[in-house]
């Protein structure tokens, strides 16, 4: 929701445009399932690649880096020059905390040099591969999306999240960034972040940034969670600036709907659904299951999307995702432009949901086809209160419906504490299935559609 450019914090290594010569990039595999009502899940042969933000990016010819605080001007005086000067490496995704194994994905927010045992924030993002060059592109209306996850080691103040954004399926691959997809180029999302290179250009004095539709899926740590739609008036990468970027008091100004309209249990009144402990609805201390249904008015994947539920799946058991109990609001318990209209009304905040289109415009991008994103972070900027704390803002007043977002204490979510005190931090995403809905889960019921909201 609030999150921050990754290139805020990764500036000194940044991304390019022609493949490195130095280190080979080797994709770790991950077997992720497509399902059909008819036939079940099938495994595919998927692999993960690291975002290019991480990457070391240097002259083509030798070892100086391309960009540190600003672009080099000797490599980068435009453009052109600067695309066929730096270059990008592939990466040992072990030194990155990421590894596969099976149909899992452990991320570690923290890496360990064995050189010095120094421990450092690396903070990975990674996206699904359907092969070496291409996104798997995944068409989401009238389909379910469901993995299992095990956030038992994700702390307070940090975020394992699961997303997608309406990025190029090959990384907006051109003659300027003939590294692609492989590489891990072309990223955008709702918060319009200041990217380094966009569809292959040096934003050479940080005038641009890369807005695209959003669908929040999964964020999350042991103690709360958020699954969030973000609309934007863009299809696929769109290169902001100014106003169009959203920035400051032009929040609700620019192309993107940059606080989205969540569901997130606790914020809803439901204290008791979702924590560590078998006394929770959902037990976050083992391993579960998270189902998210994109409906739309006709049924079809040509319909308008219409609803986004959410089930969970627990020692074989379906969970039914919380009801609001929040006065002055009806007892939804999905995403729709009325449930969205409602909470912004009651909780306050601009619509800027409705504003953009609503679940109409981010179902669009859901039926051209999104880029799954999976990275665990921590917030400088505002501690991951927006999902855990309460009150949030620390200051507002705790009777005010909606400012309590979870459990987690107004003093905490301070990096430098979480990396000294959790540096085990991780998450674990396994068994990502897509398909028809009800094919993706065992024991699974398809709502009927008089017993839906639109
Ligand atoms: C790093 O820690 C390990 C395990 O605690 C230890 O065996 C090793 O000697 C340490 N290495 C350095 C360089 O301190
Ligand atoms: C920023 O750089 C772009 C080229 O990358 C140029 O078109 C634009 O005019 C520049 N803007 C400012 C404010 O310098
Ligand atoms: C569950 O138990 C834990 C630990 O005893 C406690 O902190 C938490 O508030 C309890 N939650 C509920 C919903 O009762
Ligand atoms: C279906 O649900 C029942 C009752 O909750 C459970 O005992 C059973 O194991 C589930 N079946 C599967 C295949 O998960």
């Not at 042969?45 to 672009?71: E, I, K, M, P, Q």
């Not at 040992?92 to 064995?114: C, E, Q, V, W």
């Amino acid at each position: 929701m609030y999150r921050l450019g990754v290139a805020v914090f990764f500036a000194t290594t940044a991304f390019a445009q022609v493949p490195g010569p130095l280190t080979p990039e080797v994709h770790p595999p991950v077997t992720s399932y497509k399902c059909t009502t008819a036939g079940g899940c099938k495994p595919v042969s998927s692999s993960v690649v690291l975002d290019a933000n991480y990457r070391w990016l240097h002259n083509v010819d030798g070892y100086t880096n391309c960009v540190t605080t600003g672009f080099n001007e000797e490599f980068c005086p435009d453009i052109e020059t600067c695309a066929k000067t730096c270059s990008l490496e592939g990466v040992d995704y072990a030194s990155y905390g990421i590894r596969t194994d099976g149909d899992s994905l452990t991320l570690n927010i923290y890496k360990t040099d064995p050189a010095t045992n120094v421990t450092t924030l690396s903070s990975p993002r990674v996206y699904l591969l359907a092969d070496d060059e291409t996104y798997d592109h995944f068409k989401l209306l009238n389909q379910e999306f469901s993995f299992d996850v095990d956030v038992s080691k994700v702390p307070c103040g940090i975020n394992g999240a699961l997303y997608f954004s309406e990025m190029n399926d090959k990384g907006d691959k051109n003659e300027l960034n003939t590294a692609g997809a492989k590489y891990g180029t072309g990223y955008c999302d709702a918060q319009c972040p200041t990217q380094n290179f966009i569809k292959g250009e040096a934003n050479l004095n940080g005038t641009y940034g890369a807005c695209c539709n959003e669908m929040d899926i999964w964020e999350a740590n042991r103690a709360a969670t958020a699954y969030t739609p973000h609309p934007c008036n863009a299809n696929q990468v769109f290169a902001c600036q100014g106003t169009e970027c959203g920035g400051g008091d032009a929040r609700y100004e620019g192309v993107c709907d940059k606080d989205g309209c969540d569901i997130n249990p606790y914020r809803i009144g439901n204290k008791g659904y979702y924590g560590v402990g078998a006394n929770f609805t959902v037990d976050t201390s083992r391993k579960f299951t998270v189902v998210t249904q994109f409906y739309t008015d006709d049924d079809t994947s040509e319909g308008t999307l219409t609803e986004i539920r959410r089930l969970y799946v627990q020692d074989g058991k379906v969970v039914q995702n919380a009801k609001v109990k929040v006065a002055g609001m009806d007892d939804y318990d999905s995403i729709t432009d009325e449930f969205c209209a409602s909470e912004k009304e009651v909780m306050g905040g601009t619509n800027h949901f409705a504003q953009l289109g609503g679940l109409k415009q981010m179902g669009e991008a859901i039926g051209r086809g999104m880029v799954l994103a999976m990275s665990i972070w921590d917030d400088a900027g505002s501690y991951m209160g927006w999902l855990d704390q309460d009150p949030f803002p620390a200051d507002a007043d705790p009777s005010a419906p909606g400012v309590g977002r979870g459990p987690c204490p107004t003093t905490g979510g301070r990096p430098a504490e979480l990396i000294k005190n959790h540096p085990d931090s991780r998450v674990i995403f396994s068994n990502i299935r897509s398909g028809d809905i009800g094919s993706t889960y065992s024991n699974a019921t398809v709502v009927p559609r008089w017993a839906r909201r639109s």
